[in-house]
């Protein structure tokens, strides 16, 4: 089992917040989501995983054997948004690198060529 960044919870947390949903007392996060979705905590364990690591909401039930929740679907794809989001903003932050002085465009010499 893969561990879910602390980003990916904490976003997690924020859509079930605005969702109105809230964790019981020494409830887990996936135990949360999987109270929400009407999942058993492991595939929602499976189904988070599968989101934080790129899957579409479609490829993740695929990948659990979701079948589709119509009554759960909204909040299924709020999760998928904000988690792909997420990572997105991670991944984009790991991809920059470092500036490199060498990497600068040069500066417009305009018509002065010399022949």
Do not use: F, Y
Request: net charge negative; with cysteine; glycine share 6%.
């Amino acid at each position: 089992m893969t561990m879910i960044s602390p980003n990916v919870t904490r976003t997690v947390g924020e859509v079930l917040e605005s969702h109105n949903i809230t964790p019981h007392s020494g409830e887990r996060m996936a135990d949360t989501v999987a109270r929400a979705l009407g999942l058993s905590d492991s595939e929602a364990q499976q189904w988070l995983e599968a989101l934080s690591q790129g899957c579409t909401p479609e490829q993740a039930n695929a990948r659990v054997g979701i079948a589709s929740h119509r009554a759960s679907e909204p909040l299924m794809v709020a999760l998928a948004r904000a988690i792909g989001a997420r990572i997105g903003k991670i991944a984009q932050q790991s991809a920059i690198p470092p500036a490199d002085p060498q990497d600068q465009p040069l500066k417009d010499q305009g018509d002065k060529l010399k022949t």
